[in-house]
């Protein structure tokens, strides 16, 4: 989970998007400046940046040096949450904190799975899934699973997170 505030640029961008979830503040700004330095990007970015908002969106930026707001930020999909000034590093403590009361396995899945299947056909994107969803589950997740199943699991509280 990452934490993003003020200029988020070049590597800054590259470093942002290899985060698997990323909330800027309202003073957050993205940009690929290299264009206009005469250099391409390195870092994995034109993996990484591209496959978050797509090769139009990166074009534009890189080509015009154009900077995102954090409004638009969130728009094409570079950020996923949008805080007051300063408020950031708050709100990803908060996600990661949800994030690790899941099984490791389960977030194992969710993080090494779930892009690999987005690259696949139709057909073996569900066999993979099929795959992971069959494999043998840990008793935390079993027991997790029961107390739903039990209508016994604690209910998700949203609070926009």
Do not use: C
């Amino acid at each position: 989970v990452a934490a993003l505030h003020g200029a988020v640029v070049g590597g800054g961008l590259e470093l942002a998007t290899a985060a698997h979830v990323r909330v800027g503040d309202e003073s957050a700004l993205f940009g690929l400046p290299e264009g206009q330095r005469g250099i391409f990007v390195g870092g994995g970015g034109t993996v990484r940046i591209q496959r978050v908002v797509g090769t139009t969106v990166m074009m534009d930026m890189m080509l015009t040096g154009r900077l995102l707001t954090a409004a638009e930020g969130l728009q094409e999909k570079v950020i996923r949450y949008v805080t007051p000034v300063g408020e950031a590093l708050t709100k990803a403590k908060e996600l990661a904190h949800r994030i690790a009361k899941n099984s490791v396995e389960t977030n194992w899945m969710i993080i090494n799975v779930l892009p690999r299947i987005h690259d696949m056909t139709h057909d073996d994107g569900l066999f993979v899934e099929q795959l992971n969803s069959a494999r043998a589950r840990p008793p935390e997740a079993e027991a997790r699973l029961r107390e739903f199943v039990d209508g016994k699991a604690k209910k998700i509280q949203d609070n926009q997170a």
